[in-house]
């Protein structure tokens, strides 16, 4: 495996092609691969990672899925390393900022979280990144002050995301509050309200709303323009004809929460648990919703990807 040797990105492969589309501001959209090996099971979890980049390929967009490969940061992987990353599935670690130096040291393979597949992408020089959905704040904070790193992410690092609002296990409008105090605009995609994952809104407001692809990317290029840290959030809510029952999935939350707390499992380990729990719960009807707005975020993506690129050719 050729590595890139400037001091910046030592620890970094970019895939050829993607570094050439990135240097000529092409569309290029990145995505996680912890989706991969903790979202879903096999062969589900490859079937849906080679839907998505095909999805962006057809709506004229670069995929660059990102993974940490025998300790190398990886920008676009191969047909082979996604397989290896979906087969292994909870084998593989999952990384966020605070394990990628831990993941490069030890030569492992890692499945990059939102927070950690943010500050590759910045690293690469990728703007735009679509996801399911982003982490937040805990329900039980109060008491075990669990907070995702995704949303301090979203406070320092220059990459705009587009999901599907917060995961419906977490505290959404603690989750919104905390964003508001770090200064992460919420831009709610054809909606003003925020969604909430399997659902097409809670009852939080986002803090502003844009109806097409080129509104979101000429906030995207201000920002960078007038040199604000921070990303940008783009809420796109889940298609209505794939939104689960609100009283269903609230319902299977609620005892897949009991269970985590039952079997004593914290931290990292909650949200792939509780996501595997819900979706035995509703009997696969929340994985397919999940697949559906994994799918819908990364056309979205790609449309404002293309808009985005034009504003840097002008």
């Not at 970094?12 to 990145?30: C, F, G, M, R």
């Not at 020089?125 to 399911?132: K, S």
């Not at 705009?160 to 419906?168: D, E, L």
């Not at 689960?244 to 079997?263: G, H, P, Q």
């Amino acid at each position: 495996m050729k590595r890139m040797h400037n001091k910046m990105t030592k620890h970094i492969y970019i895939d050829p092609t993607l570094n050439e589309a990135i240097k000529s501001n092409q569309p290029v959209v990145a995505l996680e691969s912890t989706i991969i090996c903790h979202g879903m099971p096999y062969p589900k979890n490859i079937e849906t990672a080679i839907e998505v980049e095909s999805i962006i390929k057809k709506h004229g967009g670069i995929p660059a899925t990102i993974a940490i490969i025998d300790g190398c940061l990886k920008v676009g992987l191969s047909s082979d390393e996604m397989q290896i990353l979906a087969k292994n599935g909870d084998n593989v670690k999952k990384i966020s900022r605070r394990d990628i130096p831990i993941c490069i040291a030890s030569r492992e393979n890692g499945a990059t979280t939102v927070s950690a597949t943010m500050i590759i992408s910045s690293m690469a020089g990728i703007n735009i990144f679509a996801t399911g959905g982003i982490g937040g704040v805990h329900r039980d904070v109060n008491s075990s002050l669990d907070i995702s790193a995704d949303l301090q992410e979203l406070a320092q690092t220059n990459v705009a995301v587009v999901c599907s609002g917060v995961k419906s296990i977490l505290d959404i409008p603690k989750t919104l509050e905390y964003l508001e105090t770090q200064g992460v605009p919420v831009i709610g995609y054809k909606t003003n309200m925020m969604p909430a994952f399997y659902l097409s809104k809670s009852e939080c407001k986002v803090d502003y709303r844009c109806e097409n692809p080129e509104e979101v990317a000429r906030i995207i290029k201000i920002k960078k323009d007038v040199n604000l840290r921070g990303g940008v959030l783009i809420a796109n809510p889940i298609p209505e004809e794939y939104s689960i029952d609100e009283s269903e999935i609230n319902t299977a939350i609620e005892e897949a929460l009991k269970e985590t707390e039952k079997r004593g499992i914290s931290g990292k380990l909650i949200t792939p648990f509780l996501l595997k729990m819900v979706a035995e719960k509703t009997e696969g009807g929340s994985l397919n919703s999940n697949i559906k707005l994994i799918q819908n975020n990364a056309l979205i993506a790609t449309e404002i990807s293309k808009k985005y690129s034009e504003f840097l050719g002008n």
